[in-house]
């Protein structure tokens, strides 16, 4: 058994901490909201953001960051991206050389470019660091739903660290080294989720999604493999399977997001409209900022960053997609003849 703090009480660190309770560790959950740890004391259940998933009795809450990290085995870091650098440089001082972090959230910082791993990195030098991610709606995993993710970190032994942890029955977990490609399509997916949710807004149909889903991982594995990615992870769960689930689901909030500026709501708008962070929202710039830095064309993503930043029509940037200059599907189309 093992002793896990997990930094960030939202729908995707409370769901995980059903499935580490499950396999018998101890945790504690964090929350730098009084009233959200309240909620789940009181409720064994996160009414807002998880409904309908009761928690087990023996998980242990905290707003003192103290609390959930000195000690501990390895700590999950499950706060939005957008807080991710404040909420490490908070936690530093509570960090034992050598401790393991897991980031289980998914961004790229909009000012650095930098992936949430590199942020841990950057901030707290004396952990040691891996991210699990892949496609999996919290409102599933605490469910028990069976669920396939990928555990990465720079060494072997620190993955299957991970792997041990959190693997059981209802939550496959496989191992990789190419932590880049795993942070990239999983940042970059929703991205283009919210383009996804935007066709639907329009009334667009499957042969839409379909065309989102396919050109969508060939801009996300264009941008990964410049920045040093393997082909095999955009291809994998933390690719394109990622970019299904998060296309296609009804518990997608950046689809929801997406649907809702089709159907004409602002940006501002649809994410109240969402209540929860929507993360495709907050790398959608660092994705063109890092197609920037490496010289990579990314044309749908340049419209759903028109359509969120620069109040540019959804219809008109679908438009732009479809109307662009003819080109070969593949960048090195080979002919017979």
């Not at 059903?18 to 959200?36: C, M, P, R």
């Not at 959608?284 to 890092?290: E, S």
Request: hydrophobic residues 45%.
């Amino acid at each position: 058994m093992a002793k896990i703090g997990i930094i960030g009480a939202g729908s995707w660190g409370t769901a995980l901490s059903v499935v580490l309770d499950k396999n018998g560790h101890s945790v504690t959950l964090w929350s730098a909201i009084e009233s959200e740890i309240q909620m789940l004391q009181n409720h064994h259940e996160h009414i807002e953001k998880l409904p309908g998933v009761k928690l087990p009795d023996a998980l242990q809450y905290t707003t003192d960051m103290a609390q959930a990290a000195v000690g501990m085995d390895a700590l999950v870091l499950a706060v939005p991206s957008m807080y991710t650098r404040k909420t490490v440089q908070n936690l530093a001082a509570h960090v034992a050389e050598g401790q393991l972090m897991i980031s289980v959230a998914k961004g790229v910082e909009e000012d650095t470019l930098m992936t949430l791993s590199q942020i841990i990195e950057q901030e707290i030098p004396q952990a040691v660091t891996a991210v699990l991610c892949g496609p999996s709606h919290a409102e599933e995993v605490g469910r028990g739903m069976p669920s396939a993710l990928v555990a990465g970190a720079k060494s072997r032994d620190t993955a299957e660290r991970v792997q041990r942890y959190f693997m059981n029955e209802s939550f496959r977990v496989y191992t990789s080294p190419d932590v880049i490609g795993m942070e990239i399509g999983a940042s970059l997916k929703n991205v283009i989720a919210l383009a996804a949710g935007m066709a639907d807004g329009l009334g667009y149909g499957d042969n839409t999604k379909a065309a989102l889903i396919t050109r969508g991982i060939n801009e996300i594995s264009r941008l990964a493999l410049a920045m040093g990615a393997k082909n095999e992870t955009l291809s994998g769960l933390t690719g394109i399977g990622d970019l299904i689930v998060t296309c296609a689901s009804k518990h997608s909030r950046n689809r929801k997001a997406g649907m809702l500026m089709g159907q004409g709501y602002t940006m501002q708008q649809a994410m109240d409209e969402v209540k929860m962070v929507v993360e495709g929202v907050y790398s959608a710039k660092a994705a063109v900022g890092l197609a920037r830095k490496y010289g990579v064309d990314l044309p749908i993503i340049e419209q759903v960053n028109a359509a969120l930043f620069e109040n540019k029509l959804v219809k008109d940037a679908v438009y732009e997609l479809m109307t662009r200059d003819k080109k070969a599907e593949s960048d090195e189309p080979s002919w017979e003849s």
